[in-house]
C-alpha cells in the first residue's frame, strides 16, 4: 500500500524563523518519486520539487531545502528564513510505478507571521 | 494562457441540478486527472485519463460523470449531488506514463445546497 503522513497539520512561525515541514511515506515499490507541492490561497497546487527513489541527494534552491533518507521514509521540507509569502499549504506527494497514480498527505498549513 | 484552467471558479448549487465542470490544459500533456479535496482531508483521486481513454476510476459515484473529448479537454459532469460533496474539486495534467510533475488548475469551489 502507498501512504504519505504529514504528521503537523498546522504550524506558525514568526517572519525570518527557519521551519520544517515533515514527510512520511510507505511503499513496496523500489522506483518511486516523491513531490512537494504548495497550495497558495488561490487554490492551485504549484510544483515545488520531484525526488527519485534512487537519489538521496539533499537539494537546495534558494530558501528551499530538502532532506531525502531513504532509511526513515521521510522527505523533509526546509524553508529558511521564512516570508509571509510563505504561508500556504504544503503537500507532500508519492507516486507509485503503476500507472499515473499520485498519493498526497493530509497537507501542512503554515503560517507566517510578519 | 495559463497552463491548466478551470471553469467556473465558483458554483452553488442545489441537489436537484445539473452542472459541468470544465477544465482545459495548453500544455501538450495527455493524462488528465480530477481530484476532490476536501478539508482535513488528503487530495482524493477521483478519475485519470490517458490519450481519452479512462484508466482509473476510484470508485466514485455514479452522480460524477467524467467526459474527455480529446487530451486538452475534460469535463466533470455533476447531477443530484449531496451536500458532503461541496469541496474544491482541481483538475491537472502530466505527460503520460512519466513521473513528472502533475500541473494543476485553480480548482472549481463547488457549494451544494
Known amino acids: 500500500a502507498q501512504k504519505v503522513t504529514q504528521a503537523q497539520t498546522e504550524i506558525s512561525v514568526v517572519e525570518k524563523e527557519d521551519v520544517t515541514l515533515d514527510c512520511v511515506y510507505e511503499?513496496?515499490?523500489?522506483?518511486?518519486?516523491l513531490f512537494w507541492y504548495k497550495q497558495p490561497p488561490s487554490g492551485e497546487l504549484v510544483f515545488l520539487i520531484r525526488?527519485?527513489?534512487?537519489?538521496?541527494q539533499n537539494e537546495i534552491s534558494g530558501r528551499y531545502s530538502w532532506n531525502f533518507q531513504k532509511s526513515t521514509s521521510s522527505f523533509n521540507f526546509t524553508i529558511t528564513a521564512s516570508q509571509v509569502v510563505d504561508s500556504a499549504v504544503y503537500f507532500c506527494?508519492?507516486?507509485?510505478?503503476?500507472?499515473?497514480?499520485?498519493?498526497f498527505g493530509t497537507g501542512t498549513s503554515l503560517t507566517v507571521i510578519p | 494562457e495559463t497552463g491548466v484552467t478551470q471553469t467556473p471558479r465558483h458554483l452553488v448549487m442545489g441537489m436537484t441540478n445539473k452542472k459541468s465542470l470544465k477544465c482545459e490544459q495548453h500544455?501538450?500533456?495527455?493524462?488528465m486527472y480530477w481530484y476532490k479535496q476536501s478539508a482535513k482531508k488528503p487530495l482524493e483521486l477521483m478519475f485519470v485519463?490517458?490519450?481519452?481513454?479512462?484508466?482509473e476510476n476510484n470508485s466514485v459515484p455514479s452522480r460524477f460523470s467524467p467526459e474527455c473529448p480529446n487530451s486538452s479537454h475534460l469535463f466533470l459532469h455533476l447531477h443530484t449531488l449531496q451536500p458532503e460533496d461541496s469541496a474544491l474539486y482541481l483538475c491537472?495534467?502530466?505527460?503520460?506514463?512519466?513521473?513528472?510533475?502533475?500541473?494543476f488548475g485553480e480548482g472549481s469551489r463547488l457549494t451544494v445546497l
Open positions: 511503499t513496496r515499490d523500489t522506483t518511486y518519486y
Open positions: 506527494a508519492l507516486s507509485a510505478v503503476q500507472g499515473n497514480q499520485f498519493y
Open positions: 500544455l501538450g500533456h495527455n493524462a
Open positions: 491537472a495534467s502530466s505527460q503520460e506514463r512519466d513521473f513528472g510533475e502533475l500541473f
Open positions: 525526488r527519485n527513489s534512487f537519489d538521496e
Open positions: 485519463y490517458n490519450f481519452k481513454e479512462q484508466t
